[in-house]
């Protein structure tokens, strides 16, 4: 499975503020994902990041607060804009397994704290 | 709608008991049912099942896919400790999407 390594693991952030998010990944990948937890939540899609397009977005997420860059196979980065209390959540980026792509890998996540 | 339905949401048990998660699922196009631990933050895999009736099996952990009746269980036995986390289902549907279910959390105490 690929290892992937997702920075900062938390952060504390003052309303109004952007954070990004990185996620590095050890091996080249077609499809990074974004998901976010929420408090006592399950994990629910961002956006998917192909190397070369414009990220896809899941109903509910626009590109204005999320936006996403992929400028490699290896790499993509998640910014979280003008940031609000409800954006205090777990950030997690994943990838499709190379080998079975029904698999998705995630990486340790970010945990956001707005005040 | 395409949706995930796990159960029980919580569930708290004693060292050396057996427990039983559930997972029901509605979608066309499946492709797959995973399941992952989450302790922290990062969901670690643990099965992948596209096959009906065939048990997927590691260590203490075993998981069965129905897809007549649209479920699927997995079982720990011999509780430990160390199994304390929250237990997520996965439905992946069409190419590349996957849905996520609420979640069990499974608490073993000593």
Redesign the interface.
Known sequence: ?AVISQKP?RDICQRGTSLTIQCQVDSQVT?M?WYRQQPG?????IA?ANQGSEATYESGFVIDKFPISRPNLTFSTLTVSNMSPEDSS?Y?CSV?DQG????????????LSVL | EDKVVQSPLSLVVHEGDTVTLNCSYEVTNFRSLLWYKQEKKAPTFLFMLTSSGIEKKSGRLSSILDKKELFSILNITATQTGDSAVYLCAMGYNNNDMRFGAGTRLTVKP
């Open positions: 499975s693991s499809m994902f939540q399950s994990l629910t899609l998917t777990i997690l499709e079975s792509k029904n698999i998705q890998y995630f990486g340790a996540g970010t945990r």
